[in-house]
């Protein structure tokens, strides 16, 4: 590993006063924020206080995202702001995709940093926060990638003491023509079948009830040992005395198979939700995107998910303006909300990024055109959910209790389909955060859900809560 060749002499730290203290932003998707709570874990086990304010840490870290180039800018913007805060004995360290995508660039670009590391080294941290400690400034973590080990650390700090995420499967071998993150994250490999089991074992032991199952291609998982596949593991979390929700994001079409619907079909704690990003409706886009399914794949896929025994909620991700797509392409995929009929699309133009092959790619499409198709098709969707939600009123749902909102005088519930729920109770007590309850849906939005509480076992007291419904 790289150190830069700058380990001229010690240099002393100056650290705020109450010790070792850091601040840490995340940017980018849900692998990213658990793997900032991994690394929170690890730095307090080292003895590192987390402080809520640049201003107030020794340490500033920043967990980068480059999937698309707006998050790249971001992270080139708040760089940018490091620097009004040089001379005052702060250390800075980039994490994530940025820091393994621009490598030993950002100490050029920005020389007050010290720690550049992506996301297949952070399991040598301690090591990398002794040299940071001991005054090196080029510190790196970027040859690790084609690594088979993976990040387990029994010192994550979950931000939510009842909804907690499990990494299952690092990095990505798909190397679809778009994307970064299979030189970002590197080399995919699962973890085996037992950690995750006890890792689940000790969440749920902790009071953890709701568990999400991560990967970048979360039912790529393969147990290493070869002991359980991917629904084995989702049937078996779920059995866990304490587990009443197990979820998992995201999915690939091409290793979905049929043994995942059976599962949810069979079991009521596995939620009834599955992301299935498709990307493009059209197989001609498909191929160029090196996405290795037809239309009709996918199509297949999604028949299995809606014969399953239980209604199972679908969303997506879907890319426009990819390279060559032309209006027929694009209405191939307008015409899949129509088909599958999905909950929730996250949509995105397309954005080239640097070393991956559709950079290269003749007929790129005009950004004015990419604008155009992608606000039809967030049109498109957004008309669908307005009448897709009106399914569930009448229906009663089980929610776990998130949040209270004082200003309506309502309740903030998620369902298993993970749909936000506002709901109210005639109760003059509040439910305590991460209870169940079940709720009357009496109203719906497009992205969201209003009900009446009909049965909330869970109560704590005002002063506990120190919330009064208005
Ligand atoms: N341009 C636009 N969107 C992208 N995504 C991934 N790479 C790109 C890119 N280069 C989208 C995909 C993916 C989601 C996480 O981000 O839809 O599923
Ligand atoms: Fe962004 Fe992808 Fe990295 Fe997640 S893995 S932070 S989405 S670039």
């Known amino acids: 590993m790289a150190a830069g060749g700058h380990g001229n002499g010690v240099e002393s730290v100056v650290m705020a006063e109450s010790g070792k203290t850091f601040y840490i932003e995340t940017f980018g998707c849900q692998m990213n924020a658990h793997d900032s709570e991994k690394v929170i874990g690890t730095l307090e086990h080292e003895g590192y206080r987390r402080v809520e304010t640049e201003e107030a840490a020794g340490l500033i870290l920043y967990n980068t995202c480059c999937i698309r180039d707006k998050a790249e800018q971001k992270v080139f913007h708040r760089l940018n702001e490091y620097k009004k805060m040089q001379g ?3 250390q800075f360290g980039v994490l994530g ?4 995508q621009e490598g030993n660039r950002i100490f050029e670009k920005a020389p007050y940093v010290s720690l550049v590391s992506g996301s297949a080294s952070y399991r040598n941290l301690p090591e990398m926060l002794v040299r940071l400690e001991a005054g090196e400034k080029r510190i790196t973590g970027l040859d690790d990638r084609q690594t088979e080990e993976t990040f387990d650390t029994e010192f994550t700090a ?5 909804r907690g995420y499990i990494t299952i499967i690092e990095g990505c071998d798909k190397f679809c023509s778009y994307c970064v993150v299979p030189y970002t994250r590197g ?3 699962s973890r085996s079948s037992a950690s995750v089991l006890a890792e689940a074992a000790r969440m749920a032991a902790q009071g953890f009830t709701d568990v999400q199952l991560l990967g970048q291609n979360v039912n790529s998982y393969r147990d290493p040992l070869g002991h359980m596949t991917f629904a084995e593991v989702l049937r078996a979390i779920a059995d866990l005395p304490g587990i009443r929700r197990v979820r998992f994001t995201t999915s690939h079409p091409r290793d979905f198979t049929r043994d995942i619907v059976e599962a949810i079909s069979d079991v009521p704690a596995i ?9 493009s409706g059209s197989t001609a886009v498909l191929k160029a ?20 025994r239980r209604e199972i909620s679908m969303t997506t991700d879907i890319i426009v303006g990819f390279p060559g797509e032309t209006e027929a392409d694009f209405d191939q995929t307008l015409s899949l909300l129509d088909v599958v009929g999905y909950d929730a ?3 995105f133009g397309y954005s080239p990024r640097p070393n991956t092959p559709a950079i290269g790619m003749a007929e790129t499409v005009p950004e004015d055109v990419k604008a155009a198709r992608l606000q039809r098709l967030l049109e498109a969707q957004r008309e669908r959910q307005r009448t897709a939600y009106e399914r569930h009123v009448g229906q009663v749902l089980e929610v776990m209790v998130e949040g209270y909102n004082r200003q309506r005088g309502q309740i903030t519930g998620r369902s298993s389909q993970n749909k936000t729920v506002n709901f109210t109770t005639t109760q003059p007590i509040l439910p305590a955060l991460g209870s169940y309850g079940h ?4 109203q719906a939005y497009p992205n969201s859900l209003v009900g009446e509480a009909v049965h909330v076992p869970h109560v704590v007291g005002l002063a506990a809560s120190g919330l009064v419904m208005a």
């Open 97 to 100: 995709c940025v820091a393994q």
């Open 345 to 347: 699309v996250f949509a």
């Open 289 to 308: 995107m090196q996405r290795e399914y037809s239309r009709e794949w996918y199509l297949e896929r999604i028949a299995w998910i809606k014969a399953a």
């Open 187 to 189: 080399k995919e490999r």
């Open 271 to 279: 939620c009834d939700h599955v992301h299935l990003p498709v990307q």
């Open 158 to 162: 979950r931000s939510n003491p009842h």
């Open 88 to 90: 005052e004995g702060k």
């Open 439 to 442: 709720v009357r849906v009496t």
